[in-house]
């Protein structure tokens, strides 16, 4: 399955341009020969990647450090070494480091799932290099890092550990399109409803201590944000016109100190309300719920982290605006494009996603045929063999085309996950989901890129995308984990 994607990636590379064809099949051999030497080398030792983890995770930071010094900058990015014709991208060599270090970390007999110690260590282990990446900068990359969380997760950490990432990226998208005050008392809005709604509907005294935790967190969390607004009213200052174009405008376009007001009241009475009812069944006076005693750790350890969490999430916000200005114009507008558009922009950020669904628009159902491609054949989409790979799939092959590959995708990143569910050591299966994580995000990321539902960031499409480093790390991620899930049945004989 993995040896028919390259070669249909190969075959779609050589049609956009033939020279660099013929060299991501030379690439394509370099990835032959690194399986047949991480086969030899794991031959030598039944735990070498667990045992030389830690040695391939320091070199990988080694060489982050070396190319924010010595590196050619490409496309805005310092992330790559230059090696006469050809270059290589060093953040390829730390998803498997990263991968194979945090891995052998969580399956050392000595860690405790979910403790606070392992999830620090762990978030430590996994930031050092993504804040290296940021500095290039290389933002695609550290969505991809991303995909080590989803695997922490599956072993065992917090669903907080995925929650709250994605809470604040999306978070910090609308935020650059909306007054930050006004998203922050909508999230707030909302969070005490469903509060309200579990404390109407649910008999389970925990769970009800639980929400009376999540009201008195939020009326701290409403406090502090009138505080906020009252000192820093810009905040909720509407600055520019096209932010009136935007779906929440309407919604959010309120009295805020208002709106929080309303919700500390019924942050307030739900939670006196839960108070007075549990006292009641007990049989105790209503006034001790005044009493520095009363309350359980339950709604006191939640009621300070829902506290703490949306301070967090209200920093995010508040912040975003300052790094979205701080960012070059080109990304600027890559992420006005989500919003506005694409024609708009059509001389500048918005081009390439203009032709690209042109391109795949004239496909049509069954394709132009092979080679035929006349967007391609005009070369009207930049890094058409790179980053925008997938729209020379639509013009040739049609909508019948791209729907199979991404089947066939979708099929060969099923198998990895099952895979790495079978496995026995924590090692193996580990890695297993951060590799099929990996897959999943550049996939999902890169074919969204090209239709428009997602900003252009540098995130290659594996296998297909022209590039000799993610071709031979993409090989040597699957193999690798392969060497592993051998090694596992092979303790089963």
């Not at 030389?52 to 070494?81: D, H, R, T």
């Not at 008392?185 to 008999?203: D, K, P, R, S």
């Not at 013009?395 to 790495?420: K, N």
Request: glycine share 8%; net charge neutral; hydrophobic share 50%.
């Amino acid at each position: 399955m993995c040896l028919l994607l390259i070669v249909f990636g190969i075959m779609n590379v050589y049609s956009v341009e033939p020279d660099k064809g013929i060299r991501q099949l030379i690439f394509f051999g370099v990835g032959l020969a690194a399986v047949i030497g991480l086969i030899s080398v794991s031959s030598t030792s039944p735990n070498f990647f667990e045992v030389y983890s830690p040695f391939f995770y320091i070199f990988s930071l080694i060489l982050l450090v070396a190319v924010l010094i010595f590196g050619k900058e490409i496309n805005g990015a310092k992330a790559w070494f230059n090696f006469g014709p050809f270059s290589f991208q060093p953040v390829e060599v730390a998803k498997i480091a990263t991968g194979l270090f945090l891995a052998n970390y969580i399956s050392s007999p000595s860690i405790e799932m979910g403790t606070r110690k392992t999830v620090l260590t762990a978030f430590t282990i996994l930031a050092i290099p993504i804040l290296l990446i940021m500095l290039q900068p290389d933002l695609g990359s550290v969505l991809v890092f991303s995909a080590f969380i989803i695997a922490l997760y599956r072993e065992g950490f917090s669903a907080w550990f995925v929650f709250i990432p994605v809470l604040g990226g999306a978070l910090f998208v609308f935020s650059i399109t909306h007054p930050a005050y006004y998203l922050l008392v909508g999230i707030g809005l909302i969070t005490v409803l469903i509060a309200l709604f579990i404390i109407g509907f649910t008999y389970n005294r925990d769970l009800l201590k639980t929400a009376m935790g999540i009201q008195l967190g939020m009326i701290g969390y409403f406090l502090v944000m009138m505080a906020m607004m009252y000192f820093f009213p810009e905040m909720g200052a509407v600055e520019d016109e096209n932010s009136k174009q935007f779906v929440f405008h309407e919604l959010l376009a309120f009295d805020v100190y208002f709106y929080s007001i309303i919700g500390i009241a019924i942050a307030l009475i739900s939670a006196l309300s839960v108070s007075y009812f549990i006292l009641k069944d007990n049989n105790e006076s209503p006034y001790k719920m005044f009493t520095p005693e009363f309350g359980s750790n339950r709604s006191l350890e939640t009621g300070l982290l829902t506290f703490v969490v949306f301070i967090i999430v209200g920093m995010v916000s508040i912040s975003s605006t300052a790094i979205y200005a701080k960012l070059p114009q080109h990304q600027q507008e890559r992420v006005m494009v989500l919003f506005e558009g694409e024609k708009k922009y059509r001389d500048t950020s918005g081009y390439n996603l203009l032709y690209s669904k042109t391109a795949i628009g004239s496909g049509d159902l069954m394709g132009k045929g092979y080679l035929q491609g006349t967007v391609k054949i005009g070369k009207f989409v930049p890094e058409q063999s790179t980053d925008y790979i997938f729209c020379t799939v639509g013009e040739e092959w049609g909508f019948v085309g791209s729907s199979l590959l991404v089947i066939f995708y979708g099929l060969f990143i099923m198998r990895i996950y099952y895979l790495a569910e079978q496995q026995r050591e924590r090692f193996s299966r580990f890695f297993g989901y951060s590799v099929g994580t990996i897959f999943l995000l550049h996939f999902f990321i890169n074919i969204a890129m090209v239709m428009g539902l997602f900003p252009t960031v540098g995130i290659p499409l594996p296998f297909f995308s022209y590039g000799g480093s993610s071709l031979v790390s993409f090989i040597s991620l699957v193999a690798i984990f392969l060497i592993l899930n051998y090694k596992d049945r092979q303790r089963l004989i």
